[in-house]
């Protein structure tokens, strides 16, 4: 048989004077553990908050960086100079460049909605590659090869089957410009997957990170549009668009060698 125990009052006062007996600040409390173990930031300088970002930066958040650092240089390159080399190489007026900013703006959205379809069928890896290589190829139609050999400054090789006209532009214009654009998202969901933890907290988070990298980017390619002005004014087509090219096989390469890091 069990024998049935019943607590008096005396016996529960003597559990509250024990429990009393401990400080408050020894006790333990619930979510006390998940608390502690968040990283405390926000109070610390801006050269800690720095040096903590570089700690936690992997090899896959420094590509995603590049990969944004990239594509607003080269977008820069693209918008920026389009009056510059269509007024010099074509004559154009302030209307028909207008016309195909109107142009490229009208298809991004299509095309970014038919990336944002794709993406439930296709890895982020996979259309990072696709989208890329859309974009070096238009780069590559915006290079003029016949300026390496000839530089007929009156009608920029005119007639060559080699050479940039508007046509080609037109195409390479739109290729590049819609390509990177709609790249722009698949970059910041792998940069939301890849992103640790700890860099969500504080002032430098990754949102903040990636702006300042966009806004580097943009800022110096317009830095590179007057340097290349100031360099030479004939060649201005092939000093923007072979670095920008050149960018963009350097994007596929790293892409392609870790691909496997993005999707993981």
């Known amino acids: 048989t069990f024998t049935n125990y019943e607590r008096g009052d005396s016996d529960q006062s003597d559990v509250l004077d024990d429990c009393g007996a401990f400080p408050v600040e020894n006790r333990v409390e619930f979510g006390s553990d998940s608390e502690h173990s968040k990283p405390k930031i926000e109070n610390e300088s801006f050269w800690s908050q720095i040096r903590f970002v570089g700690r936690h930066m992997t090899p896959a958040v420094h590509l995603c960086m590049f990969l944004i650092f990239s594509k607003q240089f080269t977008v820069e390159n693209l918008i920026s100079s389009a009056s510059m080399v269509t007024k010099n190489r074509y004559g154009w007026e302030l209307k028909q ?7 490229v703006g ?46 007929d400054t009156d009608t920029y090789n005119e007639g060559d089957i080699f050479a940039v006209g508007p046509g080609r532009y037109y195409a390479g214009y739109l290729l590049v410009f819609c390509s990177v654009q709609a790249f722009d998202g698949v970059v910041g969901s792998v940069l939301s997957k890849v992103i640790p933890t700890a860099l969500a907290a504080g002032t430098l988070n990754s949102g903040l990170l990636a702006t300042i990298v966009g806004t580097l980017g943009r800022a110096l390619g317009d830095a590179f549009i007057t340097a290349v002005g100031y360099i030479d004014l004939r060649q201005v087509n092939n000093l923007l668009f072979v670095p920008s090219f050149v960018i963009l096989v350097a994007d596929l390469v790293l892409v392609f060698m870790m691909k496997d890091t993005l999707t993981a």
């Open 106 to 151: 009208c298809l991004t959205i299509p095309i970014s909605i038919f990336v944002g379809w794709i993406s439930q069928y296709r890895e982020d890896g996979v259309l990072m590659v696709w989208l890329i290589t859309c974009a070096t190829l238009g780069m590559a139609l915006l290079v003029d090869f016949t300026d390496f050999v000839s530089t």
């Open 97 to 103: 460049v207008g016309a195909l900013g109107t142009v």
